[in-house]
């Protein structure tokens, strides 16, 4: 039983920044004198519309979104998105190009050859995903529709560390885990997606951001509600949208403006997970498990070496407030995710836990 | 501005019960001892997992869903389900009949026809949709694959009053605007879907209750994510589900049980459907849409028969703390939605209103 909130590691669903949950609790019967709380507003109330045209204005803002690209609010996940990518985009020339760093973009690419010709242009398995090929290492294809990537690899712990120069293939990309981390050029991608749920909002929200240029080659057996024309059409409101994520995120995005912006957010996030990576560096007990210049700032895979002290250092550290920290099953070990919303002093605080079970564990 | 809150009579989103809403609040930044919100918690979690169990388990005792089925939680909404319907199960005999008593049976009658050869089992366009088509209008194919109807018609304010008999064809229906207001014979049916932001939860989460043996007839371009059988095999996990919806669905749930389940629910839904259809039937300004034996008693339209007096209405009414009775666009009119959560209070609050708006307008 914690009577304080606790330092929450969970690579998704995970933390919210306090001052968020706090401003939605006070507002969860009544807001702003309506009388009703978000979750129980017509979609098409002046009152939500109002709230989710603010969102969306402060989304373009924040990363720089150009006129030529369009947002979208949708809902299945990342994992909807696999199949609305190929469906919506490769029939330009019924071939894509996919880049394999992990295992979420390893699933993208087994969906999408449901439905065209799919290349693998490059692959880091070879070294368990510990790596992020090279520009020199992508194989292109110039007649791909498209080329996706996944922009940070949650499960191994790695980020790209440039955006691939793709000539004139459209860049997809998905950055569920390190959307609004810190600045990105937009306009260089003909689309982003990504799950709501580490970075941005609660889950069950999926944001879109996709150059309009691309639209109108749907498959024909594409569903109606899979084509990104419909939302497009409709501005996200075809059918009802899921209105209190979008309010959320909302208040998120004030959160992030308030601290000066994707800027600031990639400064800070860099000092934490400079924090954590020295100490994994110097420490003789604990390892990081990415290469140095492709570890993640957003998630922090690490090992002891020992499955069973693996194991005893996630459960002592979640006993101690430290919650989380196990690794994803398919590759052990540990895993500290410290998205926008974990504070320096949880970073810190979990330092100083490992320090104390290096001694205690020699 | 409003310093209490107010009566809603949105047709979806719509009213939580105040209790719920309450509920949540209190937990918002700390669940039960964990230190963190529902929220954050990763849907892998045991503290999730064990709110996920006890929802799935409530709604399962409470519609009494018999083993051969299971309950999936999903996102997309009802317009989701118009295509994944289709999709998994016409492949038995490539043809289904659709009965069309409203818009949206429309739809999805529209959005099958991309996947096989529909029929048009029924319709009730011939009079604006005030009616129900009785069993023996029912044209039933043999051959179909299923039979689609939408249980309760949100826009018109029809709902059916007996359940169709189709012999050995299944059924399957769309009961998101009437779901949990009454008892009903879940074993009769093939498919129930329902978006949640009516009767259930906050929009974003959408409930599917499947007759197992209808499983493995999937078309073969269907994607992984709109294939029942991927959430069927994951328990709905297959990815991140929607975990607060889930939540909020399992206060809901815990509310209406503590009410006396749905039977209960069922008596006081009827209960304050009668107090407003009788005052509309001895009006002499008002006039209920629907035919008497076909009223829905979850969604009330009504009209003056004067375009600008109903706008009047809606907007006086508003202003007194009784919102969102315009009706919908394509009807016109008012529309009062007096789903669960909408007290006995409410309802004779709107009556008392329109009594006293016929008396300044005759």
């Known amino acids: 039983m914690f009577t304080e909130r606790i330092y929450n590691f969970s690579a998704g669903p995970s933390m919210l920044p306090e001052a968020v949950l706090a401003k939605a609790q006070s507002k969860m019967l009544n807001f702003g004198g309506s009388g009703t709380s ?73 969906e999408a050859k449901h439905y065209g010709e799919i290349h693998e242009a490059a692959s880091s398995a070879d070294q368990n995903h510990t790596y992020i ?12 529709a498209y080329f996706h990537y996944c922009d940070n690899n949650t ?69 109606t509600m899979l084509r990104y024309q419909t939302h497009v059409d ?33 400064r800070y996030n860099e000092e934490k997970a400079a924090i954590l990576y020295d100490y994994l560096d110097e420490s003789a007990l604990f390892k990081a498990c990415a290469l140095p210049e492709f570890r993640s700032k957003m998630n922090v895979t690490f090992v002891t070496g020992d499955p069973d002290l693996d194991a005893k250092f996630a459960k002592e550290a979640g006993a101690a407030g430290l919650s989380n920290l196990k690794g994803h099953r ?6 500290a995710s410290i998205y926008n919303a974990m504070p320096m002093e949880g970073v810190s605080a979990l330092v100083e836990f490992m320090k104390e079970f290096e001694q205690n564990n020699r």
């Not at 009802?240 to 994707?262: C, H, K």
């Open 38 to 110: 978000v979750m129980e507003m017509s979609h098409r109330s002046k009152a939500f519309v109002d709230i989710f045209d603010e969102t969306k204005t402060l989304l373009k803002a924040l990363m720089g979104v150009p006129d030529s690209h369009e947002i979208l609010f949708l809902q299945g996940g990342a994992s909807l998105q696999f199949a609305m990518v190929p469906l919506n985009l490769i029939g330009k020339t019924g071939k894509a190009d996919y880049a394999v760093t992990g295992n979420f973009s390893n699933l993208a690419m087994k």
């Open 133 to 144: 090929p090279a520009q020199d290492q992508l194989n292109l294809s110039k007649d791909a």
């Open 155 to 223: 499960i191994y712990g790695t980020e790209w560390n440039y955006v691939p120069d793709t000539g004139a293939v459209p860049l997809v990309s998905d950055m569920s885990s390190n959307i609004l981390s810190k600045p990105m050029d937009v306009s260089k991608y003909g689309l982003i997606y990504a799950g709501a749920q580490k970075n941005m909002a609660p889950a069950g929200l999926t944001v879109v951001i996709l150059d309009k240029s691309l639209l109108g080659l749907e498959l024909s057996h594409t569903p």
């Open 234 to 266: 409709a501005d996200s409101m075809y059918n009802t949208p899921p209105t209190y994520n979008i309010y959320m995120l909302g208040l998120v995005l004030n959160w992030i403006e308030a601290r000066g912006g994707l800027t600031a957010m990639e």
């Open 330 to 335: 398919v590759v052990g070990g540990m895993r």
